[in-house]
């Protein structure tokens, strides 16, 4: 049974940094390419970053290059998202997924975690 478990949320100030960390179970997770999305309030599910199973291949949103980063340690068989600089925009439900079922950045992955909410105040 895989399992995907997000954790790192919270309530934070604009300008204060964030690490999530996704620990997965079941996953080869050393071929799995894994992403993080997130969902705001009233809005669609949305793209941030991607990692490919090697780490070599790092794919991330343009609008959020330089702010977010996206790494894995295949050991734990986790990954993470680092986020600075973190804006109230950035507020939203953040999820990891494993395993595209089509193209990295449109959500529909194989596996999904549950989320964790994060809360930037301004």
């Known amino acids: 049974q895989v399992q995907l478990v997000e954790s790192g949320g919270g309530l934070v100030e604009a300008g204060d940094s964030l690490r999530l960390s996704c620990a997965t179970s079941?996953?080869?997770?050393?071929?799995?390419?894994m992403a993080w999305f997130r969902q705001a309030p009233d809005k669609e599910r949305e793209f941030v970053a991607a990692i490919s199973g090697d780490g070599k291949g790092i794919y991330y949103v343009r609008s959020m290059k330089g702010r977010f980063t996206i790494s894995r340690d295949n050991a734990r068989s986790t990954e993470y998202l680092e986020a600075k600089d973190l804006k109230p925009e950035d507020t939203a439900v953040y999820y990891c997924?494993?395993?595209?079922?089509?193209?990295?950045?449109?959500?529909?992955?194989?596996?999904w975690g549950q989320g964790t909410q994060v809360t930037v105040s301004s």
């Open positions: 079941g996953l080869t997770f050393s071929k799995s390419l």
């Open positions: 997924a494993a395993e595209p079922m089509g193209d990295y950045y449109v959500p529909d992955y194989k596996y």
